[in-house]
């Protein structure tokens, strides 16, 4: 997208190779033009490791290119760029439920088990056109944007949009928690110089290591012309100095300067 520039990137966290447990996290980015308008969008998925025989990588993966492909096709309907999460998060459900009752039949208890091993993921993402800054999230994760963070912890339980699949008795009272549309913010593009979405794989470092914290702009900066910077950046913060115990994963987006190009 003319007037940006975005890379992304992925490490396994070190807890999960000790286990032998797969990267949970997944992430999608696209571009398009619609209606005349461009348009820069993506998304980060974070699969709940649970049980120790769950897969929820399966449900980030499949999420997260769900998600990147429905946002053009939205837009495409010429549906206004704020009105976009919602229309998003009602067929994101609708997608996860026609996977779950194409894969399994039987007692609510089974379908619990699946959707439980291997759909509960969140999504943090955000939508961009030239002058309007969309950034939704559904569960935890954490957002960067300018020199400002927003880490959203919800203890270890986040509302997964699979919960909506799940029988109410199963869920009990969690189930008046669950919302009916991802969080939103909406912001001006001309205030925004730079913006990341995250898994909350960054978000542990960034609660318990002070110095770490003071170094997140590396995300945009460590070898700011190359577009694979940002994983180089994560695997080197991994090896060399043992963060992200936990499954990182991130997408930024910074404003190019004046004469510059995207990269």
Not at 58 to 82: D, K, M
Not at 107 to 128: C, D, K, N, Q, R
Request: hydrophobic letters at 35%.
């Amino acid at each position: 997208m003319d007037g940006f520039t975005y890379r992304m990137g992925s490490i396994q966290g070190s807890m999960h190779r000790l286990k032998g447990t797969n990267n949970q996290d997944s992430f999608c980015v696209g571009e398009s033009t619609t209606n005349g308008t461009q348009y820069l969008y993506g998304v980060v998925c974070d699969g709940c490791t649970g049980r120790r025989r769950s897969r929820n990588e399966v449900g980030a993966v499949l999420l997260a290119n769900f998600i990147c492909s429905e946002i053009p096709f939205i837009l495409a309907s010429h549906t206004a760029l704020r009105d976009v999460p919602l229309i998003l998060y009602n067929r994101m459900i609708g997608y996860l439920g026609s996977i779950m009752r194409s894969t399994v039949m039987g007692s609510p208890e089974t379908m619990w088990s699946f959707i439980e091993t291997h759909l509960l993921t969140t999504a943090v993402g955000f939508i961009l056109d030239s002058s309007i800054l969309i950034i939704f999230r559904a569960g935890d994760g954490t957002i960067l944007l300018n020199d400002s963070r927003e880490i959203i912890n919800q203890e270890n339980r986040p509302l997964y949009p699979a919960y909506h699949l799940v029988d109410r008795a199963i869920l009990g009272d969690f189930a008046s928690k669950l919302p009916n549309n991802f969080h939103v913010t909406v912001h001006d593009v001309s205030n925004i110089q730079r913006f990341a979405v995250c898994t909350d794989g960054i978000s542990q470092e960034i609660e318990r290591n002070g110095e770490f914290s003071e170094h997140t702009h590396f995300l945009w900066d460590y070898e700011p012309t190359a577009k694979a910077g940002l994983q180089w950046w994560l695997n080197k913060e991994s090896q060399e100095n043992g963060h992200f115990s936990d499954d990182c994963t991130i997408i930024a987006v910074k404003k190019n300067v004046e004469g510059g190009g995207s990269i």
